[in-house]
């Protein structure tokens, strides 16, 4: 028989033995740790760190790879990411302006997750969707675009 935890003591088991900071708690909504699932739980954290797996992008790489993203969204996501210490910025200091963004150990880390989802949406994407919308992705995003408008 498994012992049922709170959530508190959950938060308590997960922190590091040889930390001095106090335990995240993700259900307490002053704890820092809301920040970060705000930033991982992003669609566009999901979409871009599984591109970054294999080694080092430049944005215009990324931008092919995600085309419903705009520049200013990409930006200020891998300016995020970078700012929570999960990938870096290599400015190359050339003109044309070359920058490459990279994952961090922190981000590989990460990134193992994030790809296992990505990889359970593929799997399960139909099992979601109502029955009366079980058409192919592409379509149902021209759906949306166009009844948006």
Not at 86 to 99: N, Q, W
Request: hydrophobic letters at 35%.
């Amino acid at each position: 028989m498994r012992k049922k935890i709170s959530a508190s003591k959950a938060a308590t088991v997960v922190r590091a033995a040889s930390s001095s900071e106090p335990p995240a708690d993700p259900w307490n909504p002053l704890c820092p740790s809301r920040e970060i699932l705000a930033l991982i739980g992003s669609k566009w954290v999901f979409l871009i760190l599984p591109l970054l797996r294999n080694g080092p992008r430049r944005n215009s790489d990324l931008m092919r790879q995600i085309p419903a993203i705009s520049q200013k969204m990409l930006t200020q996501t891998l300016r995020n990411l970078q700012n929570g210490r999960l990938l870096t910025r290599k400015d190359f200091r050339e003109l044309p302006l070359r920058v490459e963004y990279e994952l961090t150990d922190l981000g590989h880390s990460l990134e193992k997750h994030l790809t296992a989802l990505d990889e359970w949406v593929i799997r399960h994407c139909y099992d979601m969707i109502r029955p009366s919308e079980n058409v192919p992705c592409n379509v149902l995003n021209k759906r949306r675009r166009t009844s948006s408008h």
